[in-house]
């Protein structure tokens, strides 16, 4: 557990990285420090998985995760950030989908332990 202490503007703090499926049930987590980056992460989530789509935020939006996602034969559905110089358009409407996660992470931190 003290490994996944980062220091960030806050103080001392951690991120919690998840992978969930279609109906927003959680399968795989990563515990990291505050500091560390979203993108890092991907790929051990991701690791071993088979689905159609990827749905993600900008966090995850990288050359190599994108090529990562294609090596394993599914869909990167990731918005691109607003510094990439070719913008790469992604489904909007299987985007709403990962509204999921946010819930699911919203229903974790109303859980004061897990909080």
Do not use: W
Request: hydrophobic letters at 35%; charged letters at 25%.
């Amino acid at each position: 557990m003290c490994q996944a202490l980062g220091r960030s503007r806050g103080g001392l703090t951690t991120k919690l990285h998840m992978l969930c499926d279609a109906l927003g049930r959680p399968l795989k987590m990563h515990l990291t420090g505050g500091h560390c980056n979203d993108c890092t992460q991907a790929e051990t989530l991701l690791e071993g998985q088979r689905a159609q789509a990827v749905i993600a935020d900008k966090g995850y939006d990288s050359n190599a995760i994108r090529a990562f996602i294609a090596k394993a034969k599914m869909k990167a559905v990731i918005p691109s950030r607003c510094h990439r110089k070719q913008q790469i358009p992604h489904d909007k409407k299987l985007y709403k989908q990962r509204n999921r996660i946010e819930r699911l992470f919203g229903t974790l931190k109303q859980n004061r332990r897990i909080a």
